[in-house]
């Protein structure tokens, strides 16, 4: 087992309106993740608005996660940047301030070629000693990972885990057989898209990166047990408790979601950064039925 | 004639490994261009790398361009930013600096909604008292403007303009007679996509933002006049000596063969910003001879 299995927990990150980070409000959050049973911390992804934020609040949102952490669980760190200085740059910071692994897309402006991301990652490998998780998020990077460039990247020793994202229902199994007869089954696999994580747990993926598990800890960790232990049983009533949130983060977007979570639950008062705007009253009501529903069955 | 009309070339931003602009560089360019009939400058354009350049550079660039093209045509400042406030920020940097219009691109990490384009381009505009155009460009930024998007923002009044992409080839003056029965209309309508200038100057648009008129002004300028003469002999000339350029800007991305038109030209030996990389030496030959077949003819 390596930093990179199990269930991996992506909180927000509570910042003003000006893109500060507010410092007490990540430690509350970490400390609560670590408390809760979770097996990692997933700092500073698409959820902990990492693209959003300057080097410098960056640096300070992974001080105090680290410190809140106090050993818990290993923090891993989002390093993602459009330029490659950049990454590095954070690769570095995040290893100088004690997180425990990273995790990185290929953010782009002009699209990449296979070979420009290969070359990414390897650069920013070499600026570090940290283990590094391959964040593939097409709908935010708009950059889609070959399979011949996962192989690739898998041979680069410090690159151990990738973040998949969540293909059509059913096809988990399928996906994850292909690649693990592959070079990228040297690599934890693990998925991303919550509403496709009981199918992937079952199919015996090595890792959750868990939206839910950011604001829902606990939920989270019964879920992915269940799978693990594959009790289909109580792995379809959760499902059947999360449909309702599955749902509003397809529609509405997960990250506009977990917001409107962290604020009816009373976990932080932080708004998204603009452009990004607050749900509707309506939504947000919705979204508030949605949280009733997991705790109501 | 606003500043939006006519021929707009978009140069590089020459600038070191690290993000540092080479103002004597970004100098010597648009002095070259102000001098060759274009009737503006799109400083810090896709093309010219704003989304990988700081604040503080992106505002050395806009004073070195401003100095140098002393007055003789306006400078347009791209302005786009992942943050509202950072486009704000940018925004009345280049008005202070003395830009005469900007340009803005509703970049993305998250997915953007409709109704937060609108709220930011809104947020923006109310910041400044520079004129805006609207830089609709799918292809780096993912976000498609919905034909009410465009309506709605026309609205703005200091919205004056809007660069659109490239549609189908053959379905520029559908798109356009369509876009000026509508609202929209009543903003000045200008395309890029280098390939098809020359249907969209025949079909009347009012300004075409050109990749090609930051490196090679001249030829710009004559196609640009023969399209708006209607001499379709001329303009087929010319598109026949340029076809070898658009063919590799559509293949390579017109971003990397750009830096290796200016260094054969000896514009600049500037790099593009890692990730990304500069072309294979083949395909830098194939570069030079497209530019050979522009000059032999």
Sequence with gaps: MSIFHGLSAFPITPANEHGIVDTDGVMHLIDHLSASGVNSIGLLGSTGVYAYLTRIERNRAVRAAVQAARGRVPVIVGIGALRTDDAQNLARDAEAEGADGLLMAP?????LTQDETFQHY????????LP???????????????????CRLSDIPSIKAVKMPS???GEVA??????RASPVG?????????????????????SWFSVLGGFFPKIACQLSEAAVKEDTIAVKQYQERLQPIWTLFRELGSLRVVYAAVNHLGLSDAQPPRPLL?????????????????TIL
């Design 278 to 294: 607050p749900l509707t009253k309506i939504n947000q009501e919705r979204v508030v039925k949605a949280l009733e529903w997991v």
């Design 122 to 129: 390897k650069a920013v490998t070499e600026a570090t000693s």
């Design 167 to 169: 293909p059509k229902e």
């Design 186 to 206: 040297a690599l934890a696999i693990g998925y991303s898209g919550d509403w496709i994580a009981a199918e992937a747990l079952l199919a015996k993926c090595d």
């Design 132 to 150: 590094l998780c391959i964040y593939n998020n097409p709908s935010t990077t708009h950059f889609t990972f070959t399979k011949e460039l996962l």
């Design 107 to 111: 953010v782009s402006y002009t699209p």
């Design 174 to 179: 399928t996906e994850l057989t292909e690649l």
